[in-house]
Structures are given as structure tokens and as C-alpha cells.
């Protein structure tokens, strides 16, 4: 199977942990999305919607979302468990999960895609057209990333991983947003979260997390 | 158990849609959020991230988003089937929701948020103090709900339901966005897609859809 895929953008790098995590092989194909080869005609014709990353499975389905494509391997090979082995536990993951988007991830991409002069008019992902930057979207989203890391802080204190005792796919995708964060979108670590550095080193020593 | 919930607001909606179809009862208590109840201190004693809806289960458990809440319950009683039955269906129609969230249901709520005039200062959601309204995103939102309305009557030409033949959560998103795009952000319904309108009256036909 083919994953296309962008090294440095942080929903295929969630991906690539994932599948790192079950060992499970496969073949890559690098989209440079500054460039635009998402929104080639060959790219649009595996995924419509001109996203990163995007699965081709071996009998030419298409995956193209990446907590979905992690779903799908959880489901045929559910060992190690990342999204979570009962009821209460995948509830949580996926709480977890969620919050770690919503809350950290969409608005670090804000900070990016508006305050990157490349983006300055196509400042929304995806085959959506002309999109203008809008600049108050950086101030915006520094605001509601800084509360996500005060958040993890605190949670961080009470439980060893994100969503509880155990890895999981919310720690994946925690990782890579606070990795794109601080680098992509060029928003400061906070020195002063000692729970938050200890799992990041923790999690960064993963031998996953360079996949 | 009790469901804290907001009668107007698609993520509760969706909750309350997805427990109908299950047939699982439950108790709700409404958290008006323009008042700002969902930033008292008795709510965030609840859920500390402000948002709704928020299910106390009951041993006191609290399940605080609601993709995790349906899948709590997709878990516990799996008939019938609205997430899927196998990797690639369970995939499929992850991949969906998310689209229809992440296209639909985000732009429409910054519509909604950065229009409406008593959330000027609170104009991203939950427990994130004032962050103030940005009108540019008013128009963006418009645009980006445009483009998922015109992508579902692509697809539902091509399906019967969202994510393929049966219905699924990824509908319920769909509906909710949908009507709140059209209720509270205010974005006309559009009258020139015959299989989209065709879907929703199929859709707001099931009983589950008045909860």
C-alpha cells in the first residue's frame, strides 16, 4: 500500500507514529503541499478534497483521513492497543483525541497558515480555493495554543500519558502538534511545565516518533 | 445518567439524535450557553474545558465530548450499527464525520460565533476567557460551508447516505450541521441540490432526528 504523504506537516507524521507503533510496512509518496502538489490533478484524482495524507490500500481504496486510517489498522490489528480495548477506555481516547485537535492542533494550524507568506492566499487547507490570510488568526490561535499546554500541565500532573496510563494515539497526536507548533508555526515551548517537558521527552524517545 | 445539554447547539444535538436511534434513555439538564451558564462554576466543576455536551454516567464518570459519548455507547449496545461493523466501514465512516465536522459544522460555527453580537467578546467556544470576534472569519466560514454543500450533493449523488449505503453517525453530523447552519449562522439552504434535499427529508423523516 501507498501513503502520500508531507514529512514536516503533523497529520502525517501522526500516520506514520501509528503505523511505527503496529509495524506495520508500506510505501511512501512525498506531496509538497507549499508547492501545491496537493492541488495537482493527479493529487485531486486519489483525494478530492486536496488533503494530507491519504492511503491507497493494496486493492486501490483510498483512505483519506488520518484518525480514520489509524481506525482502520486498530480494527485489523489491534495489538498494541491505541485506541483503546473497552468501552470507557476508547471513550476517553477518543475524548482525548479530540480535545488534543480541537484545542492544540486546528489553531496552531491557524497560526501557520495565515502568518506563512507562502499561504497568504490559499490560508485554509485543502482544495478550497482562494483564501486570504487573516492576520488576527495568529494572535487568536497563540492564545488558544498557550491554554492547551496550560491544560496538558495540569492533566499531566494527574495521569503518566494523555489519555491515562497507557500510550495512545492521543499522545501521538499531542506530539505532533506540539511539534508542529513550536516549529511550523514557530510558537515558544513553555520552559515552565515540568510535566509537560518530562512526557514529551518520555514520548519523543519512542523509536516511533522518527518515522 | 444526565446529559448536560443546550437544546439549540449540534453537538448536543447529536448526542440526543444518536442516543434515539440506540432506543437508550437518559435525563438532561439544559446549559444555556449565551446566558454563559457553561462558564459557571458549577459546570466547569463538571467539565473544566466549558463545553457541552457533557455526560455524567452513573457512577459519577464524566464523558465530555460527544463523538466519545456515541462511542461509549456504539461500544455497549452495537445494534443498531451507526459506526461501522468492520475496519474498512468503521473507517469509511470516520473519515466522513470528520470531513463533515472539520467542512461543515467548523466554518458554520464561526459564522455563528463571529456574528452573533452577544458573543463579540466571547467569540470562540468553552472556557478560553474573551477572545473577540473577527468578522473576516464571518465570510470565510460562508465560503467553506458553500464548498461542503456543494461536495455532499457530489457525493449523495453518488450514495445514498453519507458515508455509503446505511445510515451512520456521519448523517447525524451532516443533519446538525446542516440545521445549524441554516438556523442560527443563518447560510440559506441551497435550493439548487436535488440529491442533498433529497437526503435531508429522508433523514429529518426518522423519528430519532426530534430528540
Chains 1, 2 share one sequence.
Not at 501507498?2 to 500516520?15: K, Y
Amino acid at each position: 500500500m501507498l501513503l502520500f504523504d508531507q514529512q514536516h506537516a503533523p497529520s502525517p507524521r501522526r500516520v506514520r507514529i501509528f503505523l511505527a507503533e503496529k509495524g506495520i510496512a508500506y510505501d511512501r509518496k512525498q506531496i509538497n503541499i507549499v508547492r501545491g502538489e496537493n492541488l495537482s490533478p493527479e493529487f485531486l484524482e486519489i483525494n478530492p478534497r486536496g488533503r494530507l495524507p491519504a492511503l491507497v490500500l493494496d486493492d486501490g481504496t483510498v483512505l483519506d483521513e488520518s484518525v480514520a486510517i489509524c481506525r482502520y489498522f486498530e480494527e485489523l490489528y489491534p495489538d498494541p492497543p491505541l485506541m483503546g480495548t473497552d468501552a470507557l477506555s476508547k471513550a476517553r481516547i477518543e475524548a482525548r483525541l479530540r480535545h488534543v485537535e480541537f484545542d492544540g492542533l486546528l489553531p496552531a494550524s491557524e497560526v501557520f497558515r495565515n502568518a506563512y507568506p507562502r499561504f497568504q492566499s490559499r490560508a485554509f487547507g485543502g482544495n478550497v480555493g482562494t483564501i486570504q490570510a487573516i492576520p488576527e488568526l495568529v494572535n487568536r490561535g497563540k492564545v488558544l495554543v498557550s491554554i492547551f499546554f496550560k491544560r496538558l500541565e495540569a492533566e499531566l500532573n494527574k495521569s503518566q500519558y494523555i489519555a491515562g496510563e497507557g500510550f495512545s494515539i492521543a499522545d501521538i497526536a499531542a506530539l505532533c502538534t506540539i511539534d508542529f507548533a513550536t516549529t511550523s508555526a514557530r510558537i515558544p515551548f513553555p520552559d515552565n511545565y515540568s510535566a509537560l517537558r518530562s512526557w514529551y521527552q518520555t514520548v519523543t524517545a519512542r523509536p516511533s516518533t522518527t518515522a
